[in-house]
Protein backbone atom coordinates (compact mmCIF):
# COMPACT_ATOMS: atom_id res chain seq x y z
CA UNK A 1 0.00 0.00 0.00
CA UNK A 2 2.88 2.44 0.53
CA UNK A 3 4.13 1.39 -2.94
CA UNK A 4 0.75 2.29 -4.30
CA UNK A 5 0.89 5.64 -2.44
CA UNK A 6 4.37 6.78 -3.94
CA UNK A 7 3.01 5.39 -6.88
CA UNK A 8 0.28 7.89 -6.93
CA UNK A 9 1.73 10.90 -5.41
CA UNK A 10 2.67 12.50 -8.31
CA UNK A 11 -0.85 11.74 -9.95
CA UNK A 12 -2.84 12.41 -7.32
CA UNK A 13 -1.71 16.41 -6.77
CA UNK A 14 -4.01 18.97 -4.05
CA UNK A 15 -4.85 20.94 -7.67
CA UNK A 16 -6.65 17.73 -8.98
CA UNK A 17 -9.03 17.30 -5.79
CA UNK A 18 -12.02 17.81 -7.79
CA UNK A 19 -14.11 14.83 -9.23
CA UNK A 20 -13.98 16.56 -12.68
CA UNK A 21 -10.02 15.36 -12.69
CA UNK A 22 -11.56 11.58 -12.10
CA UNK A 23 -11.15 10.49 -15.73
CA UNK A 24 -8.19 11.91 -16.33
CA UNK A 25 -6.70 11.32 -13.40
CA UNK A 26 -7.61 7.16 -13.75
CA UNK A 27 -6.13 7.77 -17.41
CA UNK A 28 -2.84 8.40 -16.06
CA UNK A 29 -3.18 5.82 -13.23
CA UNK A 30 -3.33 3.38 -16.14
CA UNK A 31 -0.76 4.80 -17.87
CA UNK A 32 1.49 4.58 -14.98
CA UNK A 33 -0.09 1.02 -13.56
CA UNK A 34 -0.59 -0.91 -16.20
CA UNK A 35 -4.54 -0.97 -15.02
CA UNK A 36 -6.41 0.17 -11.97
CA UNK A 37 -6.60 -1.86 -9.09
CA UNK A 38 -9.12 -1.72 -6.82
CA UNK A 39 -6.90 -0.67 -4.23
CA UNK A 40 -6.13 2.20 -6.61
CA UNK A 41 -9.19 3.06 -7.26
CA UNK A 42 -10.22 3.26 -3.61
CA UNK A 43 -7.03 6.16 -3.08
CA UNK A 44 -8.35 7.95 -5.87
CA UNK A 45 -11.77 7.71 -4.08
CA UNK A 46 -10.98 8.66 -0.76
CA UNK A 47 -8.86 11.88 -2.80
CA UNK A 48 -11.99 13.04 -5.11
CA UNK A 49 -13.94 12.27 -1.83
CA UNK A 50 -16.56 10.14 -3.65
CA UNK A 51 -17.75 6.40 -2.50
CA UNK A 52 -15.29 3.66 -4.31
CA UNK A 53 -18.65 2.13 -5.60
CA UNK A 54 -19.15 5.53 -7.70
CA UNK A 55 -15.56 5.72 -9.41
CA UNK A 56 -15.85 1.37 -10.13
CA UNK A 57 -18.40 2.77 -11.71
CA UNK A 58 -17.53 5.41 -13.68
CA UNK A 59 -14.51 3.18 -14.59
CA UNK A 60 -16.57 -0.02 -15.89
CA UNK A 61 -18.48 1.97 -18.14
CA UNK A 62 -15.61 3.37 -20.45
CA UNK A 63 -13.57 0.27 -22.13
CA UNK A 64 -10.84 2.35 -22.22
CA UNK A 65 -10.30 1.18 -19.12
CA UNK A 66 -9.00 -2.35 -17.90
CA UNK A 67 -8.61 -4.03 -14.28
CA UNK A 68 -6.10 -6.90 -14.10
CA UNK A 69 -2.41 -6.29 -15.14
CA UNK A 70 -0.78 -6.37 -18.37
CA UNK A 71 0.82 -9.63 -19.04
CA UNK A 72 5.05 -10.02 -19.38
CA UNK A 73 3.37 -10.12 -23.44
CA UNK A 74 0.29 -7.55 -23.80
CA UNK A 75 -1.28 -8.48 -26.81
CA UNK A 76 -3.72 -6.12 -28.52
CA UNK A 77 -5.80 -6.74 -31.18
CA UNK A 78 -7.21 -4.20 -33.21
CA UNK A 79 -11.06 -3.55 -33.81
CA UNK A 80 -10.82 -0.29 -35.74
CA UNK A 81 -13.02 -0.16 -38.87
CA UNK A 82 -11.05 -1.53 -41.24
CA UNK A 83 -9.19 -4.06 -39.08
CA UNK A 84 -12.92 -4.97 -37.94
CA UNK A 85 -14.26 -5.35 -41.55
CA UNK A 86 -11.02 -7.53 -42.45
CA UNK A 87 -11.87 -10.22 -40.24
CA UNK A 88 -10.88 -8.45 -36.47
CA UNK A 89 -12.95 -10.08 -34.42
CA UNK A 90 -12.41 -13.62 -35.53
CA UNK A 91 -8.84 -12.48 -34.78
CA UNK A 92 -9.57 -11.78 -31.29
CA UNK A 93 -11.93 -14.38 -30.85
CA UNK A 94 -8.99 -16.86 -31.71
CA UNK A 95 -6.49 -14.97 -29.59
CA UNK A 96 -9.17 -16.06 -26.58
CA UNK A 97 -9.25 -19.04 -27.93
CA UNK A 98 -5.22 -19.92 -27.66
CA UNK A 99 -4.31 -18.18 -25.14
CA UNK A 100 -7.62 -19.47 -23.03
CA UNK A 101 -9.12 -15.97 -21.32
CA UNK A 102 -11.22 -13.29 -22.19
CA UNK A 103 -10.89 -9.90 -23.40
CA UNK A 104 -9.04 -8.33 -20.84
CA UNK A 105 -7.98 -11.09 -19.45
CA UNK A 106 -3.98 -12.17 -18.07
CA UNK A 107 -3.36 -15.93 -18.65
CA UNK A 108 -2.01 -17.59 -15.46
CA UNK A 109 1.88 -17.58 -15.82
CA UNK A 110 1.20 -14.24 -16.59
CA UNK A 111 3.52 -14.39 -19.57
CA UNK A 112 -0.07 -12.40 -21.76
CA UNK A 113 -2.77 -10.30 -21.82
CA UNK A 114 -5.51 -9.87 -24.27
CA UNK A 115 -7.00 -6.11 -24.83
CA UNK A 116 -8.42 -5.04 -27.80
CA UNK A 117 -7.64 -1.37 -29.09
CA UNK A 118 -9.04 1.22 -31.25
CA UNK A 119 -6.92 1.90 -34.92
CA UNK A 120 -3.27 2.11 -34.21
CA UNK A 121 -2.73 3.52 -37.39
CA UNK A 122 -1.57 0.83 -39.65
CA UNK A 123 -4.81 0.14 -41.56
CA UNK A 124 -3.26 -1.16 -44.64
CA UNK A 125 -2.07 -4.00 -43.35
CA UNK A 126 -5.84 -5.22 -41.46
CA UNK A 127 -6.32 -6.97 -39.18
CA UNK A 128 -3.31 -5.68 -36.68
CA UNK A 129 -2.34 -7.46 -34.02
CA UNK A 130 0.06 -5.59 -31.82
CA UNK A 131 2.40 -7.27 -29.56
CA UNK A 132 5.12 -6.19 -27.09
CA UNK A 133 5.99 -3.56 -29.63
CA UNK A 134 5.94 -5.17 -32.53
CA UNK A 135 3.22 -5.15 -35.22
CA UNK A 136 1.61 -8.19 -36.61
CA UNK A 137 0.04 -7.22 -40.09
CA UNK A 138 -2.80 -9.14 -41.93
CA UNK A 139 -3.29 -12.24 -39.40
CA UNK A 140 -5.78 -14.31 -39.21
CA UNK A 141 -7.11 -17.31 -36.75
CA UNK A 142 -4.87 -19.80 -38.37
CA UNK A 143 -1.73 -17.84 -38.01
CA UNK A 144 -2.60 -16.98 -34.41
CA UNK A 145 -0.74 -20.07 -32.55
CA UNK A 146 2.39 -19.52 -34.51
CA UNK A 147 2.63 -16.04 -33.67
CA UNK A 148 2.25 -16.21 -29.89
CA UNK A 149 4.85 -19.28 -30.39
CA UNK A 150 7.43 -16.64 -31.99
CA UNK A 151 6.50 -14.52 -28.87
CA UNK A 152 7.38 -16.58 -26.39
CA UNK A 153 9.31 -19.75 -27.98
CA UNK A 154 8.55 -23.23 -26.51
CA UNK A 155 12.29 -23.61 -25.32
CA UNK A 156 11.80 -20.39 -23.00
CA UNK A 157 8.61 -22.58 -22.22
CA UNK A 158 10.65 -25.50 -21.35
CA UNK A 159 13.31 -23.61 -19.39
CA UNK A 160 10.70 -21.50 -16.98
CA UNK A 161 9.07 -25.24 -15.98
CA UNK A 162 12.25 -26.35 -14.94
S1 LIG B 1 -8.39 -0.02 -38.00
FE1 LIG B 1 -6.84 -1.35 -37.32
S2 LIG B 1 -5.07 -0.23 -37.78
FE2 LIG B 1 -6.64 1.11 -38.36
Redesign the pocket.
Known amino acids: MEELKQQLAEILTPDRKDRSQLIPILQQIQGKLGYLSPEAMLAVAEFVEIPGSTVYGIATFYNQFRFTPLGKHPVKV ?1 M ?4 HLAG ?1 KLVLEAMARELDIEVSGITPDHDFSLDRVA ?5 AL ?3 VVIDDSVYPRMTPPKVEEVLVSVKPASQEQSEKQ
Open positions: CGTACGCIGCCAPV
